[in-house]
């Protein structure tokens, strides 16, 4: 198990935003997180990479590790098995794409050049971005930037990519792209956890989804269709 909650609570400067939290995530596993805005759903995701402090009395384990009492000096070895997707892209303009992932694989310890290069055009490739390799991030669309960010998160093959708002500067079409490509991913192994306001987009790529209202997070996938019966059928 990949991510395992129990009775998790979740904590923003010292008040509990999220209370008994039960969540569970596994390999391949396609997670959605609703609410409305300031329901929790972004403080819940940066408990999975310790960017918010959270407790639990039984357990809080994210890729083996018991975060309860993760050490600080422990936590960028925790983040490298993870990709993080950011509503704002969070690229850094002063450099193009290539430059922007080699960046993130120079500081994550892939010294060979030829290595490097080698797994830029494999994600890039995958992300169907392999002709703006050169762009600089303000030649590119949104829709376009965000796709550069899947390809950043993928860059050190994660067990679990972690993506917030990954669509919500996008229009709906776009969007549809978005998480078509993160379904997809998930669908090769990398479970994929993302907070989303398309609630339209829950029926055609279906997963497990939660829901943070008053305080709880409560599992509310049988609210939506649970799988995609067309799609199995051509498995």
Known sequence: ???DYQKVNIVQDSNIVLKDVNLQVNEGDFVYIIGKVGSGKSSLLKTMYCELDHSSPDKAEVLGRDVNDIRRKDVPALRREMGIIFQDFQLLHDR???KNLEFVLKATGWRKRKERDERIETVLSAVGM???IEKMPYELSGGEQQHIAIARALLNKPKIIIAD???GNLDIETARHIVSLLKKISKDGTAVVMT????QLLDEFPGTVYR????SVTDVTHEYRQMDLSEDAKD
Not at 196 to 199: A, D, E, L, M, Q
Not at 212 to 215: P, V
């Open 96 to 98: 193009s794409v290539k």
């Open 165 to 167: 708002e990954p669509t």
């Open 212 to 215: 943070c209202k008053d305080g």
């Open 130 to 132: 392999s002709d703006k």
């Open 1 to 3: 198990m990949l991510i």
């Open 196 to 199: 989303t306001h398309n609630i």
